[in-house]
């Protein structure tokens, strides 16, 4: 059983336009989203992305996609999973995923 | 005469889309777009805009814009003025101009 708190998330409707652009300008959360989008919905587990950062640091990435709608996580346990909300976000911000997931 | 050196610019075919990203997050610098947009090119002036900064800050904040290739810069004497480069801006990212002038 786990013991945390369930995740808190917002809604893509809810997002202002900054908070989404600062949510995505950061490599590591490109990252993430990236790894997210060539996986399976609910697949990834919050250990399993290629970024060199502490737990600390990638649990607040985290908190930052949550905050901008454009990751949703659940716990089964003590992981937690993860899919991109790909679908709900596009409609609030028309091409922005788009645009961080094609990459440079 | 002007003893300033002439603004440096980067071409948005050369600017990374984290580097966009981050310049566009921003609330002075969103609302500098947004007067842009609203203006005819060429008209407005470094210091005509409604953004609460200093003379340095926004020094800073313009020269994030031109390196993220999304304003360019001319100087007239001592007066800077500025266009909106969003042909060459949307050609590179398309939709994220239009996203960030929308309103929220």
Same mark, same amino acid.
């Given at each position: 059983?786990?013991? !945390?708190?369930? +995740? @808190?998330?917002?809604? +893509?409707?809810?997002? +202002? ?9 950061? +490599?590591? !959360? =490109?990252? =993430?989203?990236? @790894? $997210?989008? %060539?996986?399976?919905?609910?697949? !990834? ?9 502490? /737990?600390?640091? $990638? ?6 996609? &949550? %905050?901008? %709608?454009?990751?949703?996580? /659940?716990?089964? %346990?003590?992981? !937690?999973?993860?899919? $991109? &909300?790909?679908? @709900? ?8 995923? @788009? ?6």
């Amino acid at each position: 059983m786990s013991h !945390r708190a369930a +995740p @808190e998330h917002t809604h +893509p409707d809810d997002v +202002p336009l900054l908070t989404a652009l600062s949510a995505l300008a950061d +490599p590591v !959360r =490109i990252q =993430i989203l990236r @790894e $997210l989008a %060539g996986s399976q919905e609910w697949t !990834r587990t919050c250990g399993s992305f290629d970024v060199d950062v502490r /737990k600390a640091a $990638l649990s607040h990435h985290f908190a930052v996609l &949550r %905050g901008a %709608g454009v990751v949703e996580q /659940k716990d089964e %346990g003590a992981r !937690r999973f993860n899919r $991109l &909300r790909g679908e @709900e976000f596009g409609t609030r911000f028309p091409g922005l995923l @788009e645009l961080v997931l094609r990459g440079d």
